[in-house]
Nanobody, 125 residues
């Protein structure tokens, strides 16, 4: 089992920045991928960014490319999401996800078995 706890959400004005963190515990040594997803009210959960915990390869949704950066600290089993140039449409609950499997689409909900409880990000115009 893997437990994921997000932190770092909050309210910010458009153009501002936030840094999300996700602390993983449990059987983290076998994790292959971790990712950030978000879900706005009335919308489906969507993939934002993903990273390979071993090789460091990254994947981004087109909507956040050039503004968001995903990174990880393997020693701390922690995932980060640096969000710059935030827009009101980035407002959502942000979730951390993790999985042991490889060869799956990295920004799909079904590719992850472990999820955090989420942290709210609100961007005002």
């Amino acid at each position: 089992q893997v437990q994921l706890v997000e932190s770092g959400g909050g309210s910010v004005q458009a153009g501002g920045s936030l840094r999300l963190s996700c602390a993983a515990s449990g059987y983290t040594y076998s994790l292959e991928y971790m990712a950030w997803f978000r879900q706005a009210p009335g919308k489906e959960r969507e993939g934002v960014a993903a990273i390979s915990f071993i090789g460091g390869g990254t994947f981004y949704a087109d909507s956040v490319k050039g503004r968001f950066t995903i990174s990880r600290d393997n020693a701390k089993s922690t995932l980060y999401l640096q969000m710059n140039s935030l827009k009101p449409e980035d407002t959502a609950m942000y979730y951390c996800a993790a999985d042991f499997r490889i060869g799956l689409p990295r920004l799909l909900v079904g590719s992850y078995n472990y999820w955090g409880q989420g942290t709210q990000v609100t961007v005002s115009s």
